[in-house]
């Protein structure tokens, strides 16, 4: 896939390798791109080339990611910044700073390049809200250190991230989105099936018990169920 329209990147990646790579297949895709290696420069570059989006690596020399982030935030207001990271812990902080998006090093080409677009179509009101990557009902924030990405299907702890899948996936956002609040068993069984039947409500049950199993390393979240109400995430502030 390549873009329309070419948007000019500053990327900055201390390894130089894969700097090198990672720079050019984002220009095979369609980006202008320009590569540097700490963060000190990535800030004197920002200011020189005022690009369309800014990719930083989290842990550079000078200044790391979150830093530098934080400078450029304060001189431009606009600009999607995105932290690249092998290490899913800084998730949460990346993204209750406000920042366009958090993607693992260990994402493919394809989708990291989709996110950058992503990241500046959002930014341009280019997207319905509800597609905008990183935007509040997207991403929900369970605890200090853990957040769940509906986006993407994947719920992080700590350093754990942890793929849902399609169906646990869908199941997780619906009660993130009425955390603390009951949802009717029915409403979740037309949500995933299309269809309320025993059997479904079965199905269910069990896909309900997956949640809770992943959930006992969140000792702030709970799974809890009232058979007149149906099935509650009870979180708590934070």
């Known amino acids: 896939m390549v873009m329309t329209q070419q948007l000019s990147v500053l990327y ?11 720079a050019q297949e984002m220009e095979a895709y369609g980006f202008e791109v320009h590569a540097v290696h700490d963060g000190l420069a990535a800030l004197q570059a920002f200011r020189d080339l005022k690009p369309d989006i800014v990719v930083l690596d989290y842990r ?24 690249l990271s092998s290490y899913s812990e800084y998730a949460v902080t990346t993204l209750k700073k406000g920042y366009a998006d958090f993607i693992r ?15 500046w179509r959002a930014s341009q009101h280019l997207l319905p809200a509800d597609k905008v990557t990183g935007a509040s009902d997207e991403v929900y924030y369970l605890s200090e250190d853990s957040l769940y990405n509906a986006s993407t299907l994947t719920l992080s702890i700590d350093e754990k991230r942890i793929p849902l899948g399609s169906k646990l996936g869908k199941l997780f ?5 009425e955390q603390n609040h009951f949802v009717p068993v029915e409403a979740l069984c037309e949500e995933l099936w299309g269809i309320y039947s025993k059997n479904k409500k079965k199905q269910l049950q ?8 992943i959930l006992e390393d969140i000792p702030e979240v709970a799974v809890r169920y009232i058979d007149s109400k149906g099935f509650l995430l009870h979180t708590i502030d934070y």
């Open 12 to 22: 900055a990646e201390d390894h130089r390798e894969t700097a090198r790579r990672f």
């Open 60 to 83: 550079m020399p000078g200044a790391n990611g979150l830093e530098a982030a934080a400078v450029i935030r304060k001189e431009d207001s606009k600009v999607p910044i995105l932290i």
């Open 105 to 119: 090093k260990d994402a493919t080409t394809e989708e990291i390049c989709l996110r950058i677009e992503k990241a």
């Open 173 to 177: 956002a619906r009660l993130c989105q």
């Open 206 to 213: 069990d896909y309900v018990s997956q949640l809770r199993k």
